[in-house]
């Protein structure tokens, strides 16, 4: 398929989530971009979306990120901090030592500020001192190094250092917004988002034996998945291109399926891609969309409510207190149906169809209801 004529000429957001080392699936879709002639006239990104973001406006091709990816060991970014474990103990800053993550930041980004690039560029922090979000790049907020700003976007709560930057000391973006699009889409006439940081709640049989810090990361998931879920719930921005490529393997801090993430994020952004010929043209709302079937097992369902409190537009209790589908054909986004995984019992049933919706067919139909499908 040939990108449409148009889509050079437009202003083009792209925004990159976080996700740890899953965060390498963003070079596959960057891939699939280029491939569909589609050039971002402005990025924005949190923790590795921030550090592939300002690679890719510094300069750096994707192929020498994918490369980099390919050769990146644990060892040349997780170095515990062992003398200030042990003298400071619960005062330590971090479990892993600052210098590994500041050398990986220094070697893809150039030292330049926000004001010597050539594109715009956003990169979502959080101000630890004063507890408020902070987008390096905009307004007034551009005269500080980009490699300092996406050192802080990177630093993980606990396991780095917090990050000066300026005046403030900052820590990862994805504490409160893992997935920046509402700031990033600001003079945006589409905006491609990428979500690699919550594709995968699926349930963990294991996740207490993993340790302390495999029980924070899964904590973490959970709370961004919930964050990042509230701006597409109330989208009101320009059309959104969603990409989740299926990237469920492995932890955030897994070095082991760096070509894989690399694979499935091409495959999830070119077929998130068939239809942006379309979504051009759209004023608004979330795409690619797809018709599902919505069924209840009432075999399993215990009539606990929790899928009506969070859909009440499309699921309702019988009288015998079984939950009920409203309507059994829906047309969803990437952004739909969370409440589907929500049931603690896996009694809803989403099934997609064959037949693929346009965005025509499916503008505005069951605009209350988001989620993960």
């Known amino acids: 398929m040939t ?21 390498f699936a963003h070079l596959g879709v960057l891939r699939a ?21 300002a690679a890719m406006v510094g300069g750096m091709s994707v192929d020498e ?8 060991r644990r060892k ?3 170095r515990i901090n062992h003398f200030a474990m042990l003298m400071e103990r619960m005062k330590s800053p971090s479990i892993y030592l600052e210098e590994p993550l500041r050398e990986l930041v220094n070697s893809v980004i150039p030292d330049v500020t926000f004001t010597e690039l050539d594109q715009p560029l956003l990169v979502n922090t959080v101000d630890v001192e004063h507890g408020v979000q902070v987008v390096w790049g905009l307004p007034g907020l551009q005269d500080v190094t980009v490699r300092d700003a996406v050192y802080a976007s990177c630093a993980l709560p606990g396991y780095f250092p917090p990050g000066q930057v300026g005046e403030r000391h900052c820590i990862d973006g994805g504490a409160v917004d893992n997935l920046p699009v509402n700031i990033g889409s600001q003079g945006a006439d589409i905006v491609i988002a990428v979500d690699v940081g ?21 904590a973490a998931t959970v709370m961004m998945h919930r964050l990042q879920q509230f701006p597409l719930d109330y989208w009101k921005g320009p059309p959104m ?15 082991t399926h760096t070509e894989a993430n690399i694979a499935e994020g091409y495959r999830a952004g070119m077929k998130a891609l068939e239809d942006l010929d379309s979504v051009f043209e759209q004023p608004g709302g979330i795409f690619p969309r797809r018709r599902f079937r919505l069924e209840v097992d009432k075999g ?3 009539g606990c409510g929790l899928c ?4 009440p537009s499309l699921m309702g209790l019988e009288a015998s207190g079984k939950a009920f589908a409203r309507t059994h054909i829906v047309d969803w986004s990437p952004a739909d149906g969370d409440f589907v995984h929500q049931c603690p019992t896996d009694a809803i049933i989403a099934t997609k169809l064959d037949r693929s919706a346009t965005p025509t067919e499916t503008q505005g139909v069951v605009p209350e209801v988001q989620g993960v499908v």
């Open 33 to 53: 971009l280029a491939e569909r002639g589609v050039v971002p006239t402005r990025f924005a990104g949190t923790s590795i979306g921030a550090l592939i973001a």
């Open 241 to 255: 291109v969603l990409v989740r490529p299926k990237i469920g393997r492995g932890s955030w801090l897994d070095f």
């Open 198 to 218: 919550s594709t995968d709640m699926s349930p963990m049989s294991n996740a207490t034996s993993l340790g302390f810090a495999s029980v924070y990361m899964r």
């Open 65 to 72: 990120m994918a490369d980099r990816a390919k050769a990146l």
């Open 300 to 302: 399993r369902c215990t």
């Open 308 to 311: 009506v409190a969070l859909a």
């Open 76 to 78: 040349d970014l997780f």
């Open 3 to 23: 990108p449409p004529a148009s889509a050079p000429a437009r202003n083009v957001a792209l925004v990159l989530g976080g996700g740890g080392l899953k965060g």
